[in-house]
């Protein structure tokens, strides 16, 4: 656990978010880019950066990207996110995307996190990954 993105007071924690940021960059577990959002000022259009976690061959074979979900507690994804990957740093962020999307990886992921231990009974509970599923199982490359 990296004891600087905590800081500690009396009664509990708070995640340092810009340090948190860093270490999720730096992991290649975030990914960002531009785009043009509403102002939550004036509703007006304007440029922004937008964080993304990466999900690249999680749920199918290629580029993927969860988006941030923003509104009554911003930071609760970025806690969320951290937290999981703090627990596991390999497969932390998978399983984290599985219950954001309320869905298993695809065949491969899943039994790679099976044989690295970071399977759960929560996650095998999650519907199975409909992109396997219409292929009609374990097929493919492997991850």
């Known amino acids: 656990m990296s004891e600087s993105a905590w800081v500690e007071f009396e009664g509990g924690r708070l995640l340092n978010q810009g340090h948190a940021l860093g270490e999720l960059l730096q992991a290649d577990a975030l990914v960002f880019d531009r785009r043009t959002v509403p102002s939550p000022n004036d509703g007006v259009p304007r440029?922004?950066?937008?964080?993304?976690?990466?999900?690249?061959?999680?749920?199918a074979w290629g580029p993927d990207a969860?988006?941030?979900?923003?509104?009554?507690?911003?930071?609760?994804?970025?806690?969320?996110?951290?937290?999981?990957?703090?627990?596991?740093?390999?497969?932390?962020?998978?399983?984290?995307?599985?219950?954001?999307?309320?869905?298993?990886?695809?065949?491969?992921?899943?039994?790679?996190?099976?044989?690295?231990?970071?399977?759960?009974?929560?996650?095998?509970?999650?519907?199975r990954n409909s992109y396997w599923a219409k292929l009609g199982g374990d097929r493919g490359r492997s991850a």
């Open 47 to 59: 440029d922004a950066v937008v964080l993304f976690v990466r999900a690249n061959d999680v749920f």
């Open 66 to 127: 969860e988006a941030f979900r923003t509104g009554d507690k911003p930071g609760e994804d970025l806690y969320e996110i951290y937290r999981s990957w703090e627990q596991d740093p390999k497969w932390g962020v998978v399983a984290w995307l599985c219950f954001r999307r309320n869905e298993q990886p695809q065949d491969p992921v899943r039994n790679q996190m099976r044989m690295a231990g970071a399977w759960t009974p929560e996650l095998e509970a999650l519907p």
